[in-house]
């Protein structure tokens, strides 16, 4: 079992992930914007964040970076869901520390099978 | 006062104008030297030294006329100031002429326009001398009369011999002083700086002087103007001068004002500031102003002086030309008394100074020069020493004049007030116009017309001012009345019967009238000669040609470089002279070694020694030593189209070349705007595939969720689906959206326009969201009984407009608190519809963000989103409909939005 945080300002997309992460038994946090999930965070040292990018008050990229370069996280794995899916943007994504780049809509089944594989790493 | 304190006090005056002026030519040495601006260049030092057109005359006689006439003194200030914007166009040409052709006076002026005829150039100094001699007599009597008035001698004494006059001595001073800083540099057409630093200075001192003595009678003797002109009305014989009753003619006025005009540009002294001690032409631009601003100054407190003298005096005899000095003096300031004088001093000179330095210039170079060097035996005898004797020439005129004046002033001058002698010679003056003004407008304006123009204006000039005042000493009483021999329309002062006007404007009506027939007749009549042609043309079109002395050189024949050379070391010593021809080889890029010297060259050699020696004495040297073949006027003419057609090409280049540069211009902001609506397009894109991918993500994963577990409880599966089908309309919406908004911006959109109430779509729109309202107990309050406000609309497209604004205002408010209000007014021609929500408003900052397309506003995440394409569409239908849209709002204070539509006249 894991420490999942996921952030996300379109309710509707946490409703599905935090569906999935807690049926693979993870505990799961939830953000619904950059700040809150700069809050949570600091007390929960999650071993899984899943970020969007375009979010308000922080955007996913600087939180990436932040726990990238913070001493507490170093367990700490990031897959970035975006709809962005460009090649520059993925690249910004792999540049900004993320360990996974995945762009929405994806499956579902793919997802899960990526996370399990991180976590398991 | 005491004699001798007076003398020092003088003399310590006209020491201080010696001290500026040598500091000044001081100053000039040495800023060559290290490269900065001259003193002189300067628009204020430029507009001061202009002010030398208010001589004694103004300082002690405009206040003389005030208290006899009134008002009239006010002709020759109002006319300089009327004129003062032409300057820009007569001014700046004349200063133009002159400074390309080096003409050093007004004698100059018109000889070097009409052929270069020598003349002219004497005509015209002769008529100059004539006319201001008595002009400089009457500031030397106005020195001696204030002298003794402020000494308390009766001024109707002379001294039984000059050796015992005051003034005499002090016409010496003057002639040192002239001749010191008026006669420094051979060339006259250099500038005087101590000289016209002193004149400025000048300017300066007499109109402190007369302000104070001003402001004194106004506010010290008396309780201010009110009171002078209070009292003064009680007076029958003071009230008649203030109006225009008998005895003031408007035609008086008229042709007064009239005089002033030219006076101002063509006395020697004004045209020898203005023109020869110009700088720079834009200092015209400042002193079109400043200089009528001085004269306003000036003119300011004469009628109080005047006034309070006749009120303080009463009839006691007194000269009322003395007033600006007797009144400080009788009421003991001792001290303004001095000021007042040091003021009337400082008129005096700085007139006596500037008129016999642009007089002695005249003399030397247009009545001396021509005649000694077309005199070859006289031009070998002086040899190297020619600029010396013209230099000398000038001191001697400059003594010669001020003697002649002087002696003028004993014997003759006391017959006359200031201001009758000062308007003579502004009507000599005057007959200089039709030459000037015709010479510079027009090129068919001849020589023989110009000389006839002069000789007949001038003698009726004479004639019927100059004339009148012989009697009865010279000439018989009779002829004043029965005219002479008995002819009665020859009477003087009543020309052809004309007698209704002053003898001044009786002379300048006739002498002008028939001044302007002759030359108007004499050019049509008589042909120009090839040059005269020519300088005609180089005068009128002065703008069109950049340096008409090189580059449109009108010379035919043979004449040596070395006889040039020699010509010019006569005048400038070898140094000079050889500077400035290799100074004119490099700019025309010349080869030194010619022995013949092309057109340009002699044009310039004889324009550097026209400002050295005049116009004509230069031709006739030139032609002396050149053999020159007679020239035609087809020649002059074919010369001067070439160097036009020149011209005009190099215009049509650059007028090309601005073409192509707007050009290139012009495209580079096309493709700027191209980039940026590409980028838009680009920016349009990523944000719709976003805007798609969002709630697709939600279905997809949802649906996949509810496809792989079985097991998920009802309610879940009832909130999944519930939410996938939300995100499917959102879906829908947007792609209505999109392409909504595609249709507006490609103007495919069309609307179905039909007669409306508003007030009925409001109240629909308003329904259609009261399910959205009610869920988040939210109030919309509509006030049906407004104005039923028919339009001409397109319904689905409105109610569109409303429920996007509704639901927006429904969006942005608390649940249970938010409070909704529609409002339909009519105003006018429009109808205004606004929806006001107490929601958490917007920062003015963003207010013309939201009408575009995807500006989202980052609020509280809880929100459900739009498309950020709702306010875009929004603002495009009302802007179809000839309507406008706008927000107020602050944040934390709701918002308003409003919009206007025209009403439906029929």
């Known amino acids: ?121 | 006062m005491n004699s001798l304190t007076i003398v020092v006090c003088s003399l310590l005056y006209l020491g201080l104008l010696f001290g500026i002026a040598f500091w000044a030519e001081r100053r000039e040495r040495t800023l060559v030297a290290r490269q900065k601006q001259s003193l002189l260049n300067n628009p204020y030092i430029y507009a001061l030294s202009l002010a030398v057109y208010c001589t004694a005359w103004t300082f002690y006689g405009s206040v003389g006329q005030a208290a006899t006439q009134g008002i009239n003194f006010l002709s020759v200030y109002i006319g300089p100031t009327l004129a003062a914007p032409l300057w820009w166009i007569v001014l700046r040409k004349i200063i133009r002429i002159c400074k390309i052709h080096r003409i050093t006076s007004i004698a100059d002026f018109i000889s070097a326009r009409y052929g270069k005829n020598r003349g002219l150039g004497i005509l015209v100094t002769v008529i100059c001398v004539a006319g201001i001699i008595p002009y400089i007599s009457i500031q030397l009597k106005a020195t001696a009369v204030s002298f003794a008035l402020l000494s308390g001698q009766s001024s109707a004494t002379h001294a039984p011999s000059f050796l015992t006059d005051q003034a005499f001595y002090m016409t010496l001073l003057l002639g040192a002083f002239t001749i010191l800083f008026g006669t420094r540099k051979l060339e006259a057409t250099e500038r005087h700086e101590g000289l016209v630093t002193a004149i400025a200075f000048e300017s300066l001192v007499k109109l402190i002087a007369f302000l104070s003595v001003g402001l004194y009678v106004t506010f010290g003797l008396f309780d201010g103007p009110g009171d002078i002109f209070e009292r003064a009305s009680q007076q029958p014989a003071l009230q008649a001068s203030l109006t225009f009753g008998p005895g003031h003619s408007s035609a008086d006025w008229f042709w007064y004002t009239l005089l002033s005009i030219p006076a101002i540009l063509f006395l020697p002294r004004q045209f020898q500031v203005a023109v020869v001690e110009n700088v720079e032409e834009r200092h015209l631009n400042k002193a079109m102003w400043l200089f009528p601003l001085y004269l306003f100054l000036i003119t300011l407190f004469v009628l109080p002086v005047a006034f309070g003298g006749k009120l303080w005096f009463g009839n006691t005899g007194l000269d009322a030309d003395g007033y600006v000095l007797s009144l400080p003096l009788m009421t003991g300031q001792k001290g303004l008394a001095l000021l007042a004088y040091i003021g009337g001093l400082s008129a005096a000179t700085s007139m006596i100074i500037v008129e016999t330095t642009a007089l002695s210039v005249m003399i030397s170079n247009n009545v001396v020069m021509p005649w000694l060097v077309s005199r070859p035996a006289w031009q070998l005898k002086l040899g190297n020493q020619s600029s010396r004797f013209v230099v000398y020439t000038r001191r001697l005129a400059i003594l010669t004049l001020l003697l002649i004046s002087y002696g003028y002033y004993r014997d003759v001058s006391d017959r006359f007030s200031l201001v009758s002698v000062g308007m003579i010679s502004f009507a000599a003056v005057a007959q200089f116009s039709p030459a000037i003004i015709g010479g510079i407008c027009w090129k068919n304006g001849a020589q023989a017309g110009a000389r006839l123009g002069l000789i007949v204006g001038t003698a009726i000039w004479f004639y019927t001012l100059i004339v009148p005042t012989l009697i009865p000493v010279l000439l018989p009483e009779s002829l004043l009345t029965d005219g002479p021999f008995g002819l009665s329309f020859l009477k003087p002062q009543a020309l052809f019967g004309l007698n209704s006007l002053t003898p001044i404007a009786h002379s300048v009506f006739w002498s002008l009238f028939f001044n302007v027939g002759c030359y108007v007749w004499g050019s049509i009549n008589r042909p120009q000669t090839a040059l005269d042609h020519n300088q005609a043309i180089l005068f009128v079109d002065v703008f069109q040609f950049n340096r008409p002395s090189e580059n449109t050189a009108i010379w035919k024949g043979k004449v040596s470089v070395d006889a040039l050379r020699k010509l010019l070391i006569t005048f400038f010593g070898p140094e000079q002279s050889q500077q400035t021809l290799e100074r004119f080889a490099r700019r025309n890029r010349l080869i030194d070694r010619q022995s013949y010297a092309d057109p340009g060259l002699v044009t310039f050699t004889e324009t550097m020694l026209a400002g050295a020696i005049g116009t004509a004495s230069a031709r006739i040297l030139v032609s002396s030593i050149a053999k020159e073949d007679p020239i035609t006027v087809d020649e002059i003419i074919r010369i001067l189209k070439t160097s036009q057609e020149l011209m005009t090409v190099n215009k049509e280049l650059e007028r090309k070349s601005n073409e192509l540069q707007q050009l290139t211009q012009q495209l580079s902001e096309t493709n700027e705007r191209l980039k940026q609506m590409d980028q838009q397009k680009d920016e349009f894109l990523s944000t719709i595939t976003h805007e798609i991918r969002t709630p697709i993500t939600s279905i997809r994963a949802l649906t996949e969720i509810l496809h792989d577990n079985d097991d998920v409880d009802t309610a879940t599966r009832q909130q999944f689906l519930g939410t996938v089908i939300k995100e499917s309309e959102r879906l829908t919406r947007l792609i209505n959206q999109v392409l909504d908004l595609e249709r507006f911006e490609s103007g495919r959109m069309r609307l179905h326009l039909e007669p409306l109430l508003l007030r009925d779509v409001i109240k629909d729109a308003v329904e259609a969201t009261a399910q959205l309202a009610s869920e988040k107990y939210v109030t919309v309050q509509f006030l049906a009984n407004c104005p039923p406000t028919p339009v001409v609309a397109d319904r689905d497209r409105l109610m569109q407009v409303l429920i996007n604004l509704l639901s927006n205002a429904i969006k942005f408010c608390e649940p249970e608190k938010g409070h909704i209000i529609v409002r339909l007014i009519v105003e006018g021609a429009t109808c205004k519809v606004s929806v006001c929500d107490n929601g958490a408003g917007i920062d003015p900052a963003l207010h013309s963000l939201i009408f575009e397309k995807f500006y989202q506003v980052q609020g509280d995440h809880r929100k459900p989103k739009g498309s950020g394409l709702g306010l875009a569409i929004t603002k495009k239908i009302i802007e179809l409909h000839n309507g406008s849209i706008d927000v107020d709002s602050q944040p934390g204070h709701g918002s308003v939005f409003t919009f206007q539509l025209p009403l439906s006249t029929g």
Do not use: W
């Not at chain 1, 700069?38 to 990018?53: S, V």
């Not at chain 1, 932040?66 to 993925?90: N, R, W």
């Open chain 1, 1 to 121: 079992m894991a420490n999942v945080l996921i952030a996300d300002d379109e309710p509707n997309i946490l409703l599905s992930l935090e569906f999935l992460m807690k049926k693979e038994g993870h505990k799961v946090f939830i953000a619904r914007d950059g700040g809150e999930a700069y809050e949570l965070l600091q007390h929960h040292k999650p071993d899984l964040l899943m970020l969007d990018i375009m979010m308000p008050r922080m955007n996913g990229l600087e939180l990436c970076k932040y726990v990238k370069s913070t001493d507490g996280f170093q367990h700490s794995k990031i897959i970035i869901l975006s709809a962005k899916g460009k090649e520059i943007d993925i690249q910004r994504g792999y540049e900004s520390g993320a360990d996974l780049y995945v762009a929405k809509p994806f499956s579902t089944r793919d997802l899960v099978a990526k996370v399990n594989q991180l976590l398991s790493a």
